[in-house]
């Protein structure tokens, strides 16, 4: 395995198999939140609505030449350095909530039909993980309902539930 890594500088790709673990750390160099991706200047974009966001003053990136190799040392090193902010492998930290940016496209834009979070992901840019904390914490609140699922796959449907009418 072929890794490199970057800290608080430019972040590039030195080829389209490569893919980024990156880690955010507070002031004081606690670890905030690990993550992977392809493209971390747009993935991080998606961290910006969230309340941690203000607080990184840093990161660090390491390269890895899969998206297995990274994912692997993603759950390790979140299993070992226990994030704040991180939910998967992360035992006892609590569950993330949805996203409030998230949140506002979906009450806004898909009120009269089924979808996915995948779907809700694709057409929205924000990661697929944002838009299943964000579809937990509506169904959570009354205000989606998980509609189907197909029988082969592990996906589901959710559909709005309709505010109830202001009262007269």
């Not at 998606?46 to 990136?61: E, L, P």
């Not at 169904?139 to 989606?144: I, N, S």
Request: a positive charge; hydrophobic letters at 40%.
């Amino acid at each position: 395995m072929t890794q490199r890594s970057t800290s608080g500088e430019m972040i590039n790709r030195t080829n389209d198999e490569e893919v980024a673990l990156y880690r955010f750390f507070d002031r004081e160099g606690q670890v905030l939140y690990i993550g992977i991706c392809l493209e971390p200047a747009k993935r991080w974009y998606s961290h910006a609505d969230r309340s941690w966001w203000r607080n990184v003053t840093s990161y660090k990136v390491t390269w890895y030449p899969s998206r297995s190799e990274a994912a692997l040392a993603e759950g390790k090193a979140i299993a070992a350095e226990r994030p704040k902010h991180n939910v998967v492998f992360n035992r006892g930290r609590k569950r993330a909530c949805g996203s409030p940016v998230l949140t506002g496209i979906v009450l806004n834009g898909y009120g009269g039909r089924r979808f996915s979070a995948l779907e809700l992901a694709l057409e929205s840019g924000f990661s697929t993980t944002s838009a299943h904390n964000t579809l937990r914490a509506l169904v959570a609140a009354g205000r989606a309902e998980i509609v189907g699922a197909p029988k082969w796959s592990e996906a589901r449907y959710y559909s709005l539930v309709a505010a109830d009418p202001p009262a007269e």
